[in-house]
């Protein structure tokens, strides 16, 4: 969080909007109120409910309900790169998330986050739910589901083994392996990552690879490749001298499963990482 940022929570003591008791509170100007509450920053919380996000300023609040603001004026300013429809299968669609897009909201917005984005393209009344992630400065194939019932199917099908996921990598360093599979737990859990070379640049020192993981742990392939002394390049968290002006080369690049709907069988490919690297 920037210096400027703050989380604050307002126990609502007298009928007023949203944005009027916020205000209050943060000393803010409403306008930025507004701009919070839009970007999903703002979460509601009425007796005997769940908190959820609200973004509607005029919304009436009452003694007995809280409001939590997380404010973040770095944050709020960021403008995403706008995600890719690759299928829209009516229940749940399939994107190319670019890279620096979340998989999902934080508590302080969700405006860069992939299912508020995909929503608005859709133009969709209901918010979309992510079924599984991508690192956000990873970019490629990632799946939302476009109802509560669509994403309990659909996490069932990961769960199965149903979805069938490969990912390709640059790495700093020319592996003397060709392909290598990689079982060391993560965090006390199971993790196994499944690595081999398609291509090798010996002057440049780096190597192109395909990458599959039969468990999705956080950062899995990114920590496993650092483990075997080859960090993907331009990984700002693991791995040295991988320093990369392109980014993180870590493509989600294609995806398969049979559609618990409609019982039909989808392949999409991405175009590859571009390979030598050079810049």
């Known amino acids: 969080m920037t210096p400027e940022a703050f989380s604050r929570t307002l126990a609502v003591t007298e009928v007023s909007t949203a ?17 919070c509450m839009a970007k999903g920053g703002v979460w509601w919380r009425r007796p005997g409910r769940k908190a959820s996000r609200l973004r509607r300023a005029t919304a009436e609040v009452k003694p007995g309900d809280s409001l939590e603001m997380n404010y973040d004026p ?15 299968g009516r229940r749940w669609s399939v994107w190319n998330k670019p890279a620096g897009v979340l998989s999902q909201g934080t508590r302080f917005a969700d405006h860069c986050a992939l299912p508020r984005l995909a929503q608005a393209a859709l133009g969709a009344r209901n918010e979309l739910h992510p079924v599984h992630r991508l690192d956000r400065e990873a970019r490629g194939l990632i799946l939302l589901a476009h109802d509560a019932a669509a994403a309990a199917k659909l996490g069932e ?4 083994g ?15 392996w ?11 859990r199971e993790s196994r990552s499944a690595f081999t070379v ?6 440049a020192g780096n190597a ?13 392939i990114r920590r496993h490749l650092a483990g075997l002394g080859h960090p993907v390049m331009g990984d700002p968290r693991y ?9 993180l080369q870590l493509l989600a690049v294609s995806m398969s499963l049979t559609c618990p709907f409609t019982h039909t069988h989808h392949t999409w490919t991405l175009p590859p990482l571009p390979f030598p690297l050079r810049g």
């Open 157 to 160: 099908l990961f769960r199965q």
């Open 208 to 220: 192109l690879l395909t990458a599959r993981i039969d468990t999705g742990r956080k950062h899995q």
């Open 239 to 247: 791995g040295r001298d991988n320093a990369c002006p392109q980014g």
């Open 198 to 203: 398609l291509r090798r640049d010996q002057d």
């Open 162 to 176: 149903g979805v069938h996921k490969e990912y390709m990598a640059i790495v700093r360093g020319v592996p003397d």
């Open 19 to 35: 944005c009027e008791a916020l205000a209050g509170l943060t000393g803010l100007p409403k306008a930025r109120v507004k701009d």
């Open 178 to 188: 060709t392909e290598v599979t990689v079982g060391e737990p993560m965090d006390g």
């Open 74 to 88: 770095a944050l709020l300013a960021l403008v995403p790169a706008g995600p890719e429809l690759v299928f829209n």
